[in-house]
């Protein structure tokens, strides 16, 4: 099943390549409410909540993805958990002395996510450049806290893809990939059953139709099992939280009017514009900083 939020935070099922059925209701969320958890409470309750929806779903209006806004699809989680430096090719272009599998993870807050259907909007950094990074974005679904590697699928809800926007620098990695909009995920959430084996996907991105990072997840540092059970030895995971899994070679800079396109196998693709905002401007990036990447073209 395809899982994805629109509008002012409806929530919907993707049923053909053009059209959702809109199941708020049906599931018992509220749009309105504040703190967004609907698709938290969906996710949570899935096993119980899905026969209701496959049934109902061939009586629901069909209703045109071109004409609604797509918005992240978990809006609250409890955490968005991120691996740095876990392909190869990404750790050489970046001289990184270290992978994932040996540095663990970071933390990106979840008022960084934002959806398909939004731009990624640049801060005020003036001299420094803000990066995609093109990810394959795990979803929690169940509570757990150390499971065994081999648990890893019974906690694994679905997949999306993610871009893990970054200002690149030295400063605290968690300030340079913090700000709004830094964290778009969608363009819905593909459940498990319906992505086969997730350590066989390839990934592509396009800045302005450029294919910039082309990858395959088979090639990962830290596999998907060893991402999900390392960040459960450390905390109790949560239905919807995210897993950011890590980015390929070929990281770059964006700018104002791009169009970031970033397809995975089975899971669609997002179309994301870059705008240029009008926040953001604090005294951390004052220095100009030249990434390592740039320097070696
Ligand atoms: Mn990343």
Redesign the pocket.
């Known amino acids: 099943m395809k899982i994805a939020r629109y509008n002012e935070g409806r929530i919907g099922v993707v049923v053909d390549a053009e059209h959702l059925v809109d199941v708020t209701e049906l599931v018992g969320a509220d749009a309105t409410a504040w703190p967004p958890v609907g698709s938290l409470r969906l996710i949570a309750d899935f096993e119980r909540l899905r026969p209701r929806i496959e049934a109902a779903l061939p009586g629901l209006p069909r209703i045109a993805l071109r004409d609604v806004t797509l918005r992240t699809p978990v809006p609250w989680p409890n955490k968005v958990i ?3 430096v876990n392909y190869h090719d990404h750790g050489r272009e970046m001289q990184a002395g270290y992978r994932a599998d040996v540095q663990g993870f970071f933390l990106k807050p979840a008022s960084s996510l934002s959806g398909a259907g939004e731009p990624v909007e640049l801060p005020i950094v003036p001299g420094r450049e803000v990066h995609h ?1 093109s ?1 394959l974005a795990i979803v929690i679904g169940r509570q757990c806290r150390g499971i065994a590697r081999e648990e890893w699928r019974d906690v694994v809800f679905g997949y999306a893809c993610l871009l ?1 926007m ?1 200002v690149r620098g030295r400063e605290e990695r968690v300030f340079r ?1 913090a700000f709004d909009t830094f964290c778009p995920v969608g363009p819905w959430i593909t459940t498990a059953d319906e992505v086969g084996d997730p350590s066989q996907l390839e990934m592509k991105l396009w800045v302005n139709g450029e294919l910039r990072q082309h990858a395959n997840t088979r090639d990962l540092v830290l596999d998907i099992p060893g991402m999900v059970q390392m960040a459960a030895a450390v905390m109790t995971l949560y239905p919807g939280d995210i897993i ?1 899994t ?2 390929p070679a070929g990281v770059g800079p964006v700018k104002d009017g791009d169009q970031i396109r970033i397809t995975i196998d089975h899971l669609g693709e997002m179309n994301v514009p870059v705008v240029q905002g009008t926040l953001g401007q604090t005294p951390v990036f004052a220095q100009p900083y030249t990434p390592d990447i740039v320097k070696q073209r």
């Open positions: 991120a691996y740095p990074e990810e893990d970054v990939k950011a890590g980015t």
